[in-house]
């Protein structure tokens, strides 16, 4: 089997350092540390195993998720990469949140 690459859009990095941040802020470095890195292991396992989030119902077409602990990853499945496109707060509304994310192909 053959692992994908993992890559982010700016607002997927903008996302993440955004939570670090407030987890940093609200409970400390080691929480911080330790919910970084459980998104992190999230992240990586889709490059293993891509299709483990269900696909979005709606718009943007092809988009998948997976929720992990208070927020979820959005994500598409490129052809040798998993494209991480947003990590949102489970409370975001994400239909405003993933508009213009649509497909770039």
């Known amino acids: 089997?053959?692992?994908?690459?993992?890559?982010?859009?700016a607002a997927a990095r903008r996302?993440?350092?955004s939570i670090?941040?407030?987890?940093?802020r609200t409970w400390g470095k080691n929480r911080r540390d330790a919910y970084a890195d459980s998104?992190?292991?999230?992240?990586?396992?889709l490059t293993q195993f891509p299709?483990?989030?269900p696909t979005?119902?709606?718009e943007p077409a092809g988009m998948r998720y997976r929720p992990i602990n208070d927020h979820v990853i959005y994500y598409r499945i490129d052809e040798?990469?998993?494209s991480i496109v947003?990590?949102?707060?489970k409370r975001m509304d994400i239909v405003r949140q993933l508009q213009g994310q649509g497909s770039t192909k």
């Open 56 to 58: 979005l119902d709606g």
């Open 20 to 24: 670090q941040r407030y987890t940093l």
């Open 51 to 53: 299709a483990l989030g």
């Open 80 to 82: 040798d990469a998993i």
């Open 86 to 89: 947003r990590i949102l707060h």
């Open 1 to 9: 089997m053959s692992h994908r690459s993992l890559q982010f859009t």
């Open 39 to 45: 998104l992190n292991a999230a992240m990586h396992e």
């Open 15 to 17: 996302d993440f350092r």
